[in-house]
């Protein structure tokens, strides 16, 4: 069996895509056979968080503690080298397809409630394909009877064509960005992007510039709806883009790993509920009442 377990093949028109068990992950996506994430093979553990659901926090939770309901709590250090928790408690976990056709695809999990997150909740990931490209959509559900702190985003790495990040164009509606300390990328203050030469409201190329932030202050169209575009030199590209009520944060990341083979090869672009550590700071945390449901979807397309 795949280390990534099943695997799921979508296809419509131009566009196809592959999603595994493990972690409902997006393990590839393509239009006309060029692919708009990093991706990774069928018999290979999925590099880091490439393509997985985060949650049921997505980022970081700092020393992975946090308090809620008045009482502390102590997550799993995930992120040792920094002694952190990152991306919440699903990106490693089987995931049940409840229902498949041609072009999209529903996948299930059940959190089991722990000492550190004694909170149940019904995971529900759906993929669809259609003309507009790929719609991610997350939703969960409280089942338990006490609220329950929730985050969500995912992680594709965006691929705009030829080259690599450094060759791409980026456009980010973002008048702001969470400044971090340098070493464990604790959050700090949030600050205007011209303070760090993290303005991209006017599409610019990104060359050797290193981004590991949380990007916020998004500017939407009349419909409410953020988008996210990286361009190739050749002009074309691919588009992330999501409801910027519902997701007001985004982490952009430039890939740095120097001496890794996936160094700078994708743009993360992860829409986000709320920012890093929000369930210790509470900015834009998503509190779940019992036998409530948070949804929100995200789009990937070709340019």
Known sequence: MSPSGTQVELRHGAYSAVVTEVGAT????????RPLVVGFDADEIRPH????VLAPWPNRVTDGVYTFGGRERRLALTE??????????????????????????????????????????????????????????VAATNTGAGPAPYGTGPHP?????????????LELPAARYLAVTPDRLLPLDVE????AGFDFRTPRQLGDILIDH??????????????????????????CSWNAAECPWVQIHTADRP???GHRIGLAVEPMTCPPDAFNSGTDLVVLEPAQTHQTTWTIAAL
């Open 157 to 169: 790495y965006l691929v705009a064509g030829a080259g690599r990040v450094d060759d791409w164009s």
């Open 192 to 195: 205007d992007v011209e303070s």
């Open 214 to 239: 949380a990007f916020t202050g998004l500017a939407a169209d009349g419909e409410g709806v953020a988008r996210v575009r990286v361009r190739a030199a050749d002009g074309g590209g691919v588009v």
């Open 259 to 261: 001496g890794e083979s």
């Open 80 to 137: 040792p080298d920094r002694g952190n928790a990152l991306h919440g408690l699903v990106g490693w976990v089987r995931w049940d397809v409840l229902a498949e056709s041609e072009s999209a695809v529903e996948l299930r999990h059940a959190l089991v409630p722990t000492p550190a997150y004694p909170h149940p909740l019904d995971l529900r990931v759906r993929y669809a394909l259609d003309d507009d490209g790929l719609h991610w959509t």
């Open 49 to 52: 968080y490439r393509g997985a």
């Open 26 to 33: 997006l393990r590839e996506l393509r239009h006309d056979d």
